[in-house]
């Protein structure tokens, strides 16, 4: 399984913006997907999730309401658009793909996008 993240770029605070998780190999297993994100000088940290069919989410806590996590598995592509950003969300975005639900282990990563903010 491959994932190659897209999207990122310099937004003003309060703006939006949507990046992109494209999957490719072994497309027909039912994979989990989720985005973790790394800001300069911190650890790596989940932001959200999504099942297989799309019909389940979860968001890390302080996230929810801004951020939103889709999927479009004809296009085999998870979207995470985000609204009302702050120079906090600046960081480099990961995609990952895994097996189970809820819980899932993220064995495959993209290369990271990166979102910058500015105040």
């Known amino acids: 399984v491959q994932l190659q993240a897209s999207g990122g770029g310099l937004v003003q605070a309060g703006g939006s913006l949507r990046i992109s998780c494209a999957r490719s190999?072994?497309?027909?297993?039912?994979?989990?997907m989720a985005w973790f994100r790394q800001g300069p000088g911190k650890e790596r940290e989940f932001v959200a999730a999504?099942?297989?069919?799309?019909?389940?989410?979860y968001y890390a806590d302080s996230l929810k309401g801004r951020f939103t996590i889709s999927r479009d598995n004809a296009k085999h592509t998870m979207y995470l658009q985000m609204n009302s950003l702050k120079p906090e969300d600046t960081a480099v975005y990961y995609c990952a793909a895994g097996v189970g639900w809820p819980i899932a282990q993220y064995d495959y990563w993209g290369q990271g996008t990166l979102v910058t903010v500015s105040s």
């Open positions: 190999g072994r497309t027909g297993t039912t994979y989990a």
């Open positions: 999504i099942s297989w069919t799309g019909g389940g989410t």
